[in-house]
């Protein structure tokens, strides 16, 4: 990789790492707290992809200890599926709206776990992102279709159309990005092998 | 490879049971069912309040001489969803408490968490179009707002201003015991299993 292009990727990190501290700090980030769909599909995933970036940019990757714990960085994306599965649950989604302390755990936990995601997908090999990007990917559609289908309001601190608008944007953006993935992925093969 | 087998399953253990204890072990995905069970497993003291009645009297929700059970909810009169369906509810519950000779036993309390609008005017006709009787049902209107936000954040009642001067609330039949403690929470679509708790709460010492 060129050195013009490892600048560029340095910059785009930093402009990320400092999107995502801006949406966490008040003011904007108590204003993303307000409706479920930018505590959800804003502020939540660019914590998560900032922490996953960033861990991924992390030189040396893995020693003969790492590799040997997280083989293929099986132990980690599982981890970090259920940090991301856990909020997106409606109970922990309204007590973060409800409790700094459960905001702050919220924080952290997304941190800590797109950090280790960053690290583990280095390690997998493709197969092995496949396979967790599909079930992050249908996780994320379930979720988003049950709460389109609700009747009832799930968060006590989200209206009702909120949640609704949410499901749909979260279905489609889980579509975009998995094509999006695909896309990006497929046109990195075909560069390598030429 | 046999450390890394360890790891995953370490990692799923703490996965699953961070989810069982975010979840109550995966029987609440809501805060409302979470609320609902902490309530019915240890009943929590409600907080005094004071309000306005239908005639205007000033009343406490619950009073200490009154040993009856109270099934108590929380409305605004201007609303046009929910309340409607509850204010029905409440109507048949009223007559199902008279038919049965219930009202030495069981009560029915509607509390405004919107005094602004609610005047003790406005909670008269409120009274008066629902067809209160009031050996068995009291609506107040509060008094102090600082006491009713300590009622509703114990009551677990969250309204939020939407548009056209409505709020969007959450809503349910609060069973309140004859020692003044919330001993069970009963979703708003199951009028019936209210009556029945409120009646299995009656039998309790």
């Known amino acids: ?14 402009v990320l790492i400092a999107l995502a501290v801006i949406a966490v700090v008040p003011p904007l980030g108590s204003w993303l707290m307000q409706s479920m769909l930018t505590q959800m599909l804003v502020q939540i995933p660019l914590i998560f992809f900032a922490a996953a970036i960033w861990g991924s940019r992390r030189q040396p990757v893995y020693g003969p200890v790492w590799q040997r714990w997280n083989a293929q960085g099986v132990p980690g994306l599982l981890g970090a599926t259920f940090c991301l599965a856990c909020w997106m649950t409606p109970i922990a989604l309204d007590h973060a709206a409800a409790d700094p302390a459960w905001n702050a755990a919220k924080v952290v936990s997304l941190v800590a776990g797109g950090w280790i995601a960053g690290i583990s997908w280095r390690c997998a090999s493709n197969i092995t992102r496949i396979f967790y990007l599909g079930n992050m990917v249908w996780m994320s559609i379930t979720v988003g279709m049950l709460y389109q289908e609700s009747n009832q309001r799930l968060c006590n601190a989200y209206l009702w159309d909120d949640q609704a608008v949410t499901g749909q944007v979260l279905v489609a953006a889980s579509i975009v990005f998995a094509i999006g993935w695909l896309i990006r992925h497929t046109a990195l093969t075909v560069r390598s092998s030429n | 490879m046999i450390r890394t087998l360890i790891a995953t399953l370490a990692v799923l253990l703490i996965g699953v049971s961070a989810l069982a204890g975010l979840t109550h072990g995966f029987s609440a995905l809501t805060t409302e069912t979470a609320r609902r069970e902490a309530v019915a497993a240890r009943p929590i003291e ?87 009787n009031p050996a068995v049902w009291t609506v107040l209107t509060p008094d102090d707002p600082a006491q009713l936000r300590t009622a509703m954040s114990t009551f677990g009642v969250i309204a939020k201003a939407a548009d056209f001067g409505q709020f969007v609330h959450n809503a349910a039949f609060n069973i309140v015991d004859r020692h003044g403690r919330l001993a069970r929470i009963v979703p708003i679509d199951q009028p019936r299993l209210a009556l029945q708790t409120a009646r299995q709460i009656d039998a309790l010492p």
């Open chain 1, 1 to 14: 990789m060129s050195r013009e292009r490892t600048r560029w990727h340095r910059i785009g990190l930093v």
């Open chain 2, 46 to 132: 409600i907080p005094a309040l004071v309000g306005v009645d239908q005639f205007g009297q000033h009343q406490a929700m619950v009073t200490s001489g009154d040993t009856r059970v109270a099934i108590v909810d929380f409305i605004y009169t201007r609303c046009t969803s929910i309340c409607l369906a509850l204010g029905d509810s409440y109507q048949r519950l009223q007559d199902q408490i008279l038919a049965a000779h219930l009202e030495q036993r069981l009560r029915l309390v509607t509390v405004s968490f919107d005094p602004v609008h609610d005047t003790p005017a406005a909670i008269a006709d409120y009274a008066d179009r629902m067809r209160v």
